[in-house]
């Protein structure tokens, strides 16, 4: 099923609340001493929520943004600007 933008607006904001909750967690967590392996779960909790996140955007830019992009011309620009974003990097031959 493919969601709407409302649909998949609504998905990414809540992503990020609950984020944002584990991170405040996390926090508190540091400050009362707790067992270091348990914050680090919570941290690897978050990253991987703020992937999936980047994963949306990422789908929902390649079928518009990108799209639209190459449409009027400007791929290379479009390509470099994913590559910079990504981190990725083209070595000049």
Do not use: P, W
């Not at 001493?33 to 680090?40: L, N, T």
């Amino acid at each position: 099923m493919v969601k709407t933008d409302a649909e998949r607006k609504a998905d990414l904001l809540n992503r990020l609340k609950t984020v944002r909750g584990v991170t405040d967690g996390i926090i508190k967590m540091v400050g009362d001493d707790v067992y270091c392996v348990d914050v680090i779960k919570q941290i690897s909790a978050v990253r991987s929520s703020l992937d999936k996140v980047a994963r949306i955007l990422l789908e929902k830019h390649f079928s518009s943004c990108f799209v639209e992009a190459v449409r009027a011309g400007e791929a290379d620009a479009a390509v470099a600007e994913l590559m910079e974003t990504l981190n990725f990097h083209r070595e000049l031959v």
